[in-house]
């Protein structure tokens, strides 16, 4: 399943983003900075940027 979870970076978020990777899910966290999440393969995260958004995927 894929998911996209708004505010990742929050309690609630975390861990939906957190049990979501642990059972498989592939995952899109929506937050203002990108650090505080697992490195995972199936997690891609999306950042507000200056002019455009910012995607950034991390690996293992």
Do not use: C
């Amino acid at each position: 399943m894929r998911l996209f979870v708004v505010g990742a970076k929050g309690g609630i978020g975390r861990q939906v983003v957190y049990r979501a990777l642990l059972n498989g899910h592939r995952v899109t966290a929506f937050m203002r900075r990108s650090e505080g999440l697992p490195p995972d393969p199936r997690l891609t995260v999306v950042t507000p940027g200056r002019s455009r958004w910012s995607v950034k995927t991390t690996s293992a």
